[in-house]
């Protein structure tokens, strides 16, 4: 495929460059960035690029194997604002943290602090900030991390994980394996722990960002982010919903929508 933003989703060097499905959610989550201004398109594609390096590395294991120096990630964000340089010491060690099939996220409390370090900290990262701006931005990344944890549920059942609290679980009488297996789709349970997880743990995440939402002063491209990020978490909402929280067939549909997308996009 060819076009300026389907070639501006592939942020990672050629050393990484991802899979198609890889490319499909870069496009999902900052396909945008491609008509930005040039100058401002620069500025954002050279702060994504490590971001997208790590990510492969993390999902590939690597990262847990050699270590930040060893990758020249670690002092990717020297020249960066201090803020900044913490929140991408902290995304590493999340990327770490939160990575591979044996992780167990044992309580909604933990599930929170899992969602503030991946893409809380994420989105501090982001250029055009000011520093008033990082910590409503952090509040708004755990949201980011909600929506896309909903978006990837097949990919991660598929892989062996579940992101979802075993508290939680327990109370609607499910275990991390009836959804990694997918047994949990269809049945009432599920049906009463996605009326929780979307009529009450979403909304409180959704109160905890609205202070990003109330920032007046941002640089354009960053109210630009805030713009397609909200528009992207209706579009998973509505279509989740829609299936009737079947992750599996939510996937096939989504994704099936993204590629037709940046296939018209590419095209024009």
């Known amino acids: 495929m060819t076009g300026a933003a389907w070639a501006a ?24 960035v491609a008509r930005l201004p040039p100058s401002i398109r620069s500025a954002w594609i050279e702060r994504i690029r490590p971001i997208r390096v790590a990510d492969r590395i993390a999902e590939s294991t690597v990262l847990h194997v050699v270590g930040d120096e060893e990758l020249n990630l670690a002092r990717q964000f020297d020249e960066a604002p201090a803020p900044a340089r913490a929140a991408w010491e902290t995304y590493l060690a999340a990327l770490r943290t939160y990575h591979g099939r044996n992780l167990r996220v044992r309580t909604l409390a933990a599930h929170r602090k899992m969602l503030d ?23 708004f990344g755990v949201l980011d991390q909600f929506f896309n944890n909903l978006r990837d549920l097949a990919e991660d059942s598929a892989q062996g994980i579940c992101y979802f609290p075993e508290d939680v679980l327990r109370r609607f009488g499910l275990g991390r394996d009836d959804v990694v297996s997918g047994r949990c789709l269809g049945t009432a349970a599920w ?33 630009r982010l805030r713009s397609e990020f909200r528009d992207r978490y209706a579009r998973i ?18 994704w099936n929508d993204v590629r037709v997308t940046a296939a018209g996009i590419s095209a024009a």
């Open 9 to 32: 989703a592939k942020f990672a060097s050629s050393a990484h460059a991802a899979p198609a499905d890889d490319a499909l959610k870069d496009f999902d989550n900052a396909g945008w």
């Open 117 to 139: 370090r991946l893409s809380g900290s994420l989105l501090q990262l982001v250029p055009f900030l000011d520093a008033h701006h990082y910590e409503a931005i952090r509040a």
């Open 191 to 223: 049906r009463e722990l996605m009326a929780y997880w979307l009529g009450e743990y979403l909304p409180e995440l959704d109160r905890a960002a609205a202070s990003f939402d109330a920032c007046e002063d941002l640089h354009p491209s960053v109210a």
């Open 237 to 254: 909402l509505d279509l989740f919903c829609a299936v009737d929280f079947d992750f599996v067939r939510f996937a096939e549909v989504y």
